[in-house]
């Protein structure tokens, strides 16, 4: 007979606790994964200011610094993915763990891209540009940044105080969903931009006006009750279909070979996705709303 099956919440109990709590060492490991989502936000934020450097020093062509920024925001967004989880999958979740999980985010997810989106799209504009379009331009970025750092914290406040929340637009009972744009997803959607632009700044006005854009619309959705799926509902250790294998490794293949369109095109999708089922279910409210047609009558005026 083959030995009983123990998942790894048992493994990590600790025998000489009454209650059966984990052993101590257990709640490291989620912890590890903030701190490696943390000590990216910070590299993330110093190699934006190298390639500021770099930039003012008159190569203004593809930017190795800002590159890596990107790429390191990136890593940030799936190490967050991971800490979680791994919590929940150890039994190990605390409010200290939330806490600073939120922290590490406020600094890698809103900090961190917040500086590199102003180095990439604001501060390098063609000296050209006409002086008032320079003033409104920096002046927006200046303050749709912040909206962007505000909005994010915002939204990070309200997910740790908020317990079993409901969107605008409730989706399947069966599915997880958040409430408005996670923050980690409008930071991908920047770094994303950024690496597959080459991570070469911006130089001409209109531009960085849509840049400007893109980080306004990210702010309200971040704040916004719109409706985003959570994959919460995703068993990681559950059995795959061989579709399902498949697929992954179709995936995991392009990212590899084209990562600069792949990832962009992720992002877009899934910052999009709130958008197009906030709009459907708009649609389908206001077809509900519709009066219906009265029937016409068969007689005219005279009919008697």
Not at 271 to 285: E, N
């Given at each position: 007979m083959g030995m009983p099956r123990v998942n790894l919440r048992e493994r990590l109990i600790d025998p000489n606790s009454?209650?059966?709590r984990p052993r101590r060492a257990a709640y490291a490991l989620p912890t590890l994964f903030t701190a490696g989502n943390l000590f990216l936000?910070?590299?993330?934020?110093?190699?934006?200011?190298?390639?500021?450097?770099?930039?003012?020093?008159?190569?203004?062509?593809?930017?190795?610094?800002?590159?890596?920024?990107?790429?390191?925001?990136?890593?940030?967004?799936?190490?967050?993915?991971l800490d979680g989880r791994i919590a929940r999958l150890t039994n190990t979740?605390?409010?200290?763990?939330?806490?600073?999980?939120?922290?590490?985010?406020?600094?890698?997810?809103?900090?961190?891209?917040?500086?590199?989106?102003?180095?990439y799209g604001f501060q390098f504009l063609d000296p050209a540009t006409p002086p008032e379009a320079r003033k409104y331009v920096l002046q927006a970025g200046y303050f749709l940044l912040f909206m962007f750092v505000c909005c994010g914290s915002m939204r990070l406040a309200r997910f740790n105080i908020t317990s079993n929340p409901v969107p605008r637009n409730p989706g399947r009972p069966d599915r997880k969903y958040f409430v408005g744009l996670p923050i980690p997803a409008a930071a991908g959607m920047v770094a994303a931009v950024v690496y597959a632009a080459d991570s070469a700044p911006l130089t001409l006005w209109p531009l960085s006006a849509a840049w400007a854009a893109l980080l306004g619309l990210l702010s309200f959705l971040m704040v916004s009750t719109w409706r985003y799926r959570s994959f919460k509902d995703i068993n990681l250790l559950s059995p795959r279909s061989p579709r399902s294998v498949v697929l992954l490794g179709m995936l995991f293949y392009l990212i590899w070979h084209f990562s600069q369109p792949v990832l962009l095109a992720m992002a877009t999708?899934?910052?999009?996705?709130?958008?197009?089922?906030?709009?459907?279910?708009?649609?389908?409210?206001a077809i509900r709303q519709a009066p219906a047609a009265e029937p016409t009558g068969g007689g005219g005026e005279g009919h008697a």
């Open positions: 009454p209650d059966r936000g910070f590299l993330a934020i110093v190699k934006s200011i190298e390639g500021a450097l770099w930039a003012h020093a008159g190569h203004l062509g593809t930017n190795p610094h800002w590159e890596l920024a990107a790429k390191v925001i990136g890593v940030a967004v799936f190490f967050d993915g979740t605390s409010e200290f763990g939330k806490e600073l999980d939120s922290l590490a985010d406020v600094i890698s997810f809103g900090i961190a891209p917040a500086v590199l989106a102003f180095v999708a899934y910052v999009g996705s709130g958008i197009l089922v906030r709009i459907g279910g708009l649609f389908r409210h």
